[in-house]
T-cell receptor, first 109, second 115 residues
Framework: GQNIDQPTEMTATEGAIVQINCTYQTSGFNGLFWYQQHAGEAPTFLSYNVLDGLEEKGRFSSFLSRSKGYSYLLLKELQMKDSASYLC??????????WGAGTKLIIKP | DAGVIQSPRHEVTEMGQEVTLRCKPI?????LFWYRQTMMRGLELLIY????????DSGMPEDRFSAKMPNASFSTLKIQPSEPRDSAVYFC?????????????FGPGTRLTVL
């Protein structure tokens, strides 16, 4: 079966750094996405990785290791507005997006 | 572009009633996706269309659910009859592609409550 695992909830302090992990087991791999979803709102695209390595985009970075079936999203200089759920999604061999359950990130002052 | 548009934003109905959710994708996007999101099950893909043609409806929970896309700028998701367990947020999303870098743009969602 296809499976994506993320921690259910994480807590971090404003100004700090947090790493949200995602492990996956899917039938094939054509890329991994991270989306951000604020409470009561729609998911919005954050990043896309298809090759191994780190992709940096401002305060957010995403890492991928295809051999390990592993990715993480790194958020630096945390701000209160970063409180949200972060969804990991993998594009499988049929180009179907398989979604993780999401990680709720709570930022404390 | 105004982004993906969904209506209504909120719907409260009684069990047994018919519910119709509407979506207007971003102009030029060839793919349209219908999702359902609940606390228990997370984000679930119900069905997606390519150039107005349904490609995969394996996520549609049962025959009570149906979706149509009569043209490139409009799609509906219908539930008949509705049941309390259908209560969820229903998102419509569209994308230019369905492979590789297929960033999906989500609408604001319809929050459905079935009493």
């Amino acid at each position: 079966g296809q499976n994506i695992d993320q921690p259910t909830e994480m807590t971090a302090t404003e100004g700090a750094i947090v790493q949200i992990n995602c492990t996956y087991q899917t039938s094939g791999f054509n890329g991994l996405f991270w989306y951000q979803q604020h409470a009561g709102e729609a998911p919005t695209f954050l990043s896309y990785n298809v090759l191994d390595g780190l992709e940096e985009k401002g305060r957010f970075s995403s890492f991928l290791s295809r051999s390990k079936g592993y990715s993480y999203l790194l958020l630096k200089e945390l701000q209160m507005k970063d409180s949200a759920s972060y969804l990991c999604a993998v594009l499988d061999s049929n180009y179907q997006l398989i979604w993780g359950a999401g990680t709720k990130l709570i930022i404390k002052p | 572009d105004a982004g993906v548009i969904q209506s209504p934003r909120h719907e409260v109905t009684e069990m047994g009633q018919e519910v119709t959710l509407r979506c207007k994708p971003i102009s030029g996007h060839d793919y349209l996706f219908w999702y359902r999101q609940t606390m228990m099950r997370g984000l679930e893909l119900l069905i997606y269309f390519n150039n107005n043609v349904p490609i995969d409806d394996s996520g549609m929970p049962e025959d009570r659910f149906s979706a149509k896309m009569p043209n490139a700028s409009f799609s509906t998701l219908k539930i008949q009859p509705s049941e309390p367990r259908d209560s969820a947020v229903y998102f419509c999303a569209s994308s230019l592609f369905a492979d590789y870098y297929n960033e999906q743009f989500f609408g604001p969602g319809t929050r459905l409550t079935v009493l």
